[in-house]
């Protein structure tokens, strides 16, 4: 079968030290995909978890990168939405079964299908023992069923949208589906990748936020994203004060924590979702607290196609954009570091341009 050479970077081998120029192969497009040209690519924590393989699951060789923006360079026969020049976007996911319930609701994100969705990089979200593996966005270019890829709104800064394809979806979809609404009174814990713009959503949509982050430092730039409110976690005082006031907290937090110190936040029916968190919580849950005033603690998982384009619009709409910082892959190493090191100032986006200066045999 015929194949298209690629070249990217990624880790190549089950020890991770450092990722790596490469080259792989993809498959022309059918006639339900297309081929995009990568632009530019955001940099998400979860690639370096992946590529860690923090999770136990990881399929090397791995090409991160599900924040994708680029160009289509050629659509299949029965492509209808998209045509050479488009610029578009990729997001977590590049299949699913298409048959079950979620599917079928437009929220491929909960696949129940056998190997549930397919992601981006790193195969199916259900490894069938197969080995089944595919490759992200730090690449040259990528093949897609036109089903999911998004277009890109022309109001967007095309260097600096990548990261709602991930970190937009993510905070919008919970903020959605709990009925975030004028005059909801929203806090949103961490200030990072996810938390600025869960601010900057949540303020749009209307709500009265209250950004909670244990860097001082933070409060300004909290404060410009839209949070009417910071309050520093460290500062027991004036959380105990914030008692029984938030309807709803989103919790952006990528690592354990302490959730029973926010709970007591919420107002009776108060909902917390976890979004940044892929592991266990640092304490169990102390039930009481969320019994006394029928509390509800939920995690929530990036959104679906619908709602990914739907976001990208209401982001146009509302000009909102990702704070960014462009960088050339031959810096993703260091930019891994500093993300370990939580020296990040919100997301990077790698300029794929900068992968034609490799030459990767």
């Not at 699913?96 to 491929?108: D, F, K, L, V």
């Not at 146009?316 to 892959?329: F, R, Y």
Request: charge should be negative.
């Amino acid at each position: 079968m015929e194949t298209l050479k690629a070249k990217g970077y990624g880790a190549t081998g089950s020890i991770f030290s450092s990722l790596k120029p490469m080259t792989f192969e993809r498959t022309p497009p059918k006639a339900d995909e297309v081929l995009i040209d990568i632009l530019y690519c955001g940099v998400c924590h979860s690639d370096l978890h992946q590529v860690k393989n923090d999770w136990g699951n990881t399929l090397y060789p791995c090409v991160p990168g599900h924040e994708i923006v680029g160009k289509v360079i050629e659509a299949g026969s029965s492509v209808t939405k998209y045509k050479m020049g488009d610029t578009v976007g990729v997001g977590c996911m590049i299949d699913s079964c298409g048959h079950c319930n979620p599917c079928q609701e437009e929220e491929e994100n909960y696949c129940e299908g056998p190997v549930s969705w397919t992601a981006t990089y790193n195969g199916p979200m259900k490894p069938d023992g197969s080995g089944y593996n595919t490759f992200g966005g730090y690449s040259d270019k990528i093949v897609v069923k036109e089903s999911f890829v998004l277009r890109i709104p022309d109001a967007l800064d095309v260097k600096s949208v990548a990261p709602i394809l991930c970190a937009g979806i993510t905070t919008y979809s919970p903020l959605k589906h709990w009925g975030i609404k004028q005059g909801s009174k929203v806090g949103v814990v961490g200030v990072g990748g996810l938390g600025h713009m869960a601010i900057k959503l949540a303020k749009a949509l209307g709500a009265e936020v209250t950004a909670i982050t244990r860097d001082e430092e933070k409060r300004v730039d909290a404060e410009r994203f839209g949070a009417g409110q910071v309050l520093v976690s460290t500062d027991k005082e004036a959380i105990a004060k914030k008692e029984l006031t938030l309807d709803f907290i989103l919790v952006t937090i990528p690592d354990e924590f302490e959730v029973n110190a926010y709970i007591n936040l919420l107002k009776k029916d108060g909902v917390l979702v976890t979004v940044g968190l892929l592991a266990p919580y640092a304490k169990a849950l102390n039930n009481m607290n969320m019994a006394m005033h029928r509390r509800t603690i939920a995690g929530s998982l990036i959104g679906g196609i619908a709602e990914t384009q739907e976001v990208l619009d209401f982001c146009a709409e509302h000009n909102i954009l990702p704070e960014t910082e462009i960088i050339k892959i031959q810096d993703i190493n260091n930019a891994f570091d500093k993300m370990q090191d939580q020296e990040v100032h919100y997301r990077y986006v790698i300029d794929m341009q900068s992968l034609k200066e490799e030459e990767i045999s």
